[in-house]
């Protein structure tokens, strides 16, 4: 269990924290929200899925995040209703994730944090999406990627497969993870966000993603 070095009241859970008995403090009302994140990541995010349209795991990145000890998790209990006021509380986790993970170091690129909502319902889930969709362009400034995850699914598709909806969970979930080169894709739409990823990875862009990001580049002038 890491607790934020400014507040008492942020803290992070690691995930052998959750094996202990009695668990930490905060963890034993939510132990099984926590559980079912952790078997989910192992079970999903870290397997091929025959759907995805791409050989290797769900994503790449969660079995070194695991193996490292780099996944966390937080929570925020109650419902999520307010999109404005859940902006506000996740804020402070990006500053913290921040200092965890700086850019350019190793480790970084594999540590993710997780944020849950055990307590929202199914009719809360817009709101997620709506706060996911109002920080992303902040957080691609500076280089992180902020994610979605709920069972509703959230309605983006599968970059190899349109059909499939990646992003489904069985507790929602904002993640916080630091950009990588790979997610060009997930950022081409917008012109804000294809300019930040060019500042990030202009000279490191992967040999399959070359032509369309010179095309993206192109067009902004």
Aim: hydrophobic share 40%; with cysteine; net charge negative.
């Amino acid at each position: 269990m890491i607790r934020h070095p400014d507040r008492d009241d942020l803290v992070l859970f690691e995930m052998g924290d959750l094996d202990l008995v009695p668990p930490p403090p905060g963890v034993a009302e939510h132990l099984t929200a926590l559980r079912t994140v952790r078997e989910w990541m192992g079970d999903y995010l870290c397997r091929p899925l025959p759907e995805l349209g791409r050989r290797g795991a769900v994503c790449p990145y969660t079995s070194t995040s695991l193996d490292k000890g780099r996944a966390f998790l937080a929570v925020q209990p109650g419902r999520p209703d307010d999109a404005a006021e859940v902006a506000r509380s996740v804020g402070p986790y990006r500053e913290w994730f921040m200092r965890l993970a700086p850019a350019g170091e190793t480790l970084s690129t594999y540590t993710t944090l997780m944020i849950l909502f055990p307590d929202a319902r199914r009719e809360d889930l817009p709101v997620i999406d709506a706060v996911q969709a109002a920080l992303k362009a902040a957080y691609v400034a500076e280089g992180l990627m902020i994610g979605e995850f709920h069972e509703g699914p959230p309605d983006k598709p599968g970059l190899w497969n349109p059909d499939l909806r990646p992003l489904s969970s069985p507790v929602p979930m904002l993640v916080i993870r630091r950009m990588v080169a790979t997610d060009f894709p997930f950022l081409r739409d917008d012109d804000d966000q294809v300019r930040a990823y060019l500042s990030w990875f202009g000279d490191e862009v992967p040999a399959h993603l070359r032509a369309s990001v010179r095309a993206a580049a192109e067009s902004l002038g």
